[in-house]
């Protein structure tokens, strides 16, 4: 016997498939539409549990709901696309409504003059746009106008929250980035940083981000639309998703020099400093990211980074961390530090050395290349080279001319080139066979 609410899932999606006569599809009629309506209400209300979404997915309707979609009732486009919404958060729907066709229609359906049709499709994108291949998809169907369109929906911010995210996602794809950049999309999202919740501005911010990243014309679109001050204004948050989209935009920002000017006038670099002592192991390493083009294109950079009292001494700290991206981004900032030599200095005061030589047993070629970047540097201080071979930190470094990532080989070739000064790691880099590898190289 069915339990009850398999009874309820059987029944509702036996009303999707058939609203009218047994097997018989929507026809359009008044009481077809309302059954499927009644139908798409039903789901609509269980679909808020992820329990309830798995067992959804079992019973095959998604197609179902997919079909009408190409619906042109308001009254029955709304429970089923707020259905498709609330399962998207699940990737296997992501996947099946990528699959079924069903972006297109999510897309013509943004531009009816309905905003909480509109608010229901644009959060259905913006949990899709996950994968590339729906933010392709977006474009195809030239959804990436309607929803620059929406940013102008600011009294609705439950409409401004979805369209934003959907923005944010879809700008992940650099071809969507140009395209918002053209439709003037920068300056829209730089004039909703201020009055607006939090929810909003973690997509506005994210969304500014990934164009940043993408293009250099869109750095400096943010500052001269006046972006950079609030955004700096930002970094003094607690809301840890809002802070690492904040660090990534800043830090990207910070390529353009123009851009790291006003930057460093609104201590900016001081406030993603402070971001290291966060609870929060994603901020920390999103902050450590944002500092290496700060220090990169800061004037006066080594004097800059001595200025933060116990900045140094927090930063060589982060390398006890457990975090992976920590540990790289750390490694990362390390290397643009030590690039001045009093800076290095005081790194190597604070044990930088031994805390690097111990991250040399790894296998994750992320961490290896900042990892032989920070080594190469700080081996220009006084004994440090040698003070790596006592540490044994040549030996591991020899294996990881093994990987099969070209950037490993250059940062690791720099690294060994510095430590080959001390005729002591010569020795250990002969043991360790890294003759062998370079005539496999075709160097030697």
Request: overall charge neutral.
């Amino acid at each position: 016997m069915l339990r009850p609410e398999k009874r309820l899932w059987t029944l509702e999606v036996d009303l999707l498939i058939n609203p009218g006569r047994p097997s018989s599809p929507v026809t359009g009629e008044r009481s077809d539409l309302d059954v499927a309506r009644s139908a798409a209400l039903g789901l609509w209300s269980c679909s808020k549990s992820r329990k309830n979404k798995i067992a959804l997915l079992r019973t095959g309707a998604v197609p179902q709901l997919g079909k009408l979609l190409q619906c042109d009732s308001d009254t029955v486009l709304i429970p089923v696309v707020g259905t498709l919404q609330e399962c998207a958060s699940e990737k296997s729907y992501q996947e099946l409504i990528q699959s079924e066709g069903m972006v297109e229609h999510l897309v013509k359906r943004l531009k009816k003059q309905n905003e909480e049709l509109q608010r229901h499709c644009a959060s259905a994108i913006f949990k899709c746009a996950e994968s590339d291949a729906t933010r392709t998809l977006v474009r195809k169907y030239e959804g990436l106008d309607p929803l620059v369109s929406l940013l102008s929906k600011t009294s609705n911010k439950d409409l401004l929250c979805a369209v934003t995210g959907a923005v944010w996602k879809c700008s992940k794809n650099a071809l969507n980035a140009t395209r918002f950049k053209e439709l003037k999309a920068i300056e829209q999202l730089v004039a909703l940083l201020s009055n607006q919740p939090e929810e909003v501005l973690v997509n506005v911010v994210g969304g500014l981000g990934e164009c940043a990243a993408h293009d250099p014309d869109s750095r400096a679109s943010i500052r001269k639309a006046g972006g950079l001050v609030p955004l700096v204004q930002l970094l003094t948050g607690t809301n840890h998703s809002l802070l690492i989209n904040t660090t990534k935009v800043v830090g990207a920002c910070a390529l353009d020099a123009d851009s790291m000017i006003v930057i460093d006038k609104q201590d900016g670099v001081r406030l993603l400093w402070s971001l290291l002592k966060s609870v929060n192991t994603e901020v920390q390493a999103c902050a450590a990211w944002a500092i290496c083009p700060c220090i990169e294109n800061a004037k006066d950079a080594g004097e800059l980074v001595r200025s933060f009292v116990g900045g140094l001494e927090l930063i060589v700290g982060l390398l006890k961390s457990d975090d992976l991206e920590v540990l790289a981004a750390v490694c990362a900032a390390i290397a643009k530090i030590a690039k001045d030599e009093e800076n290095l200095g005081v790194l190597t005061d604070h044990g930088v050395v031994p805390l690097l030589a111990k991250l040399a047993i790894t296998d994750s070629d992320h961490l290896r290349i900042h990892l032989c970047d920070a080594i190469a540097r700080c081996c220009m201080w006084r004994n440090n080279r040698i003070a790596f071979g006592q540490a044994s930190a040549v030996a591991p470094l020899v294996s990881y001319l093994q990987s099969s990532d070209s950037l490993v080989h250059r940062s690791t070739a720099c690294a060994l080139h510095q430590l080959s000064k001390d005729p002591g790691n010569c020795i250990t880099m002969h043991e360790a066979g890294v003759v062998q590898v370079c005539i496999g190289w075709h160097i030697v």
